[in-house]
């Protein structure tokens, strides 16, 4: 199988807050992976594809956010998202979040 991953993807477990932009509904979860561009979010309700979210990630005592759009949802497992903007701070804290994973 080709793999189409712009980016590498890391096992990182990270609490998770999702917002729904549009109805304002939360869910949470845990990230069972996550790249520069994206996360795998375990959850037993995940948003439907298409869905625009903003999602929070915590470590420690740091939060990453940003707005987010669901790539796909399996109903009781969870959803796979594609970060839209951030910051460039932000993305400072992602990348240096990955690179201690990397290392380790």
């Given at each position: 199988?080709?793999?189409?991953?712009?980016?590498?993807?890391?096992?990182?477990?990270?609490?998770?807050?999702?917002?729904?932009?549009?109805?304002?509904?939360?869910?949470?979860?845990?990230?069972?992976?996550?790249?520069?561009?994206?996360?795998?979010?375990?959850?037993?309700?995940?948003?439907?594809?298409?869905?625009?979210?903003?999602?929070?990630?915590?470590?420690?005592?740091?939060?990453f956010q940003t707005?987010?759009?669901?790539?796909?949802?399996?109903?009781?497992?969870?959803?796979g998202v594609?970060?839209?903007?951030?910051?460039?701070?932000?993305?400072?804290?992602?990348?240096?979040?990955?690179?201690?994973?990397?290392?380790?």
């Amino acid at each position: 199988m080709l793999e189409r991953r712009r980016a590498p993807r890391y096992p990182v477990s990270l609490e998770a807050e999702v917002t729904e932009v549009e109805t304002g509904a939360k869910l949470s979860g845990r990230t069972s992976d996550v790249s520069r561009l994206g996360c795998y979010i375990d959850t037993i309700t995940p948003s439907p594809n298409g869905t625009k979210i903003v999602v929070r990630l915590k470590h420690s005592d740091e939060i990453f956010q940003t707005g987010a759009v669901v790539i796909y949802s399996s109903q009781g497992l969870g959803m796979g998202v594609a970060f839209t903007n951030f910051s460039p701070d932000q993305q400072a804290l992602l990348d240096g979040w990955l690179a201690t994973v990397s290392v380790s």
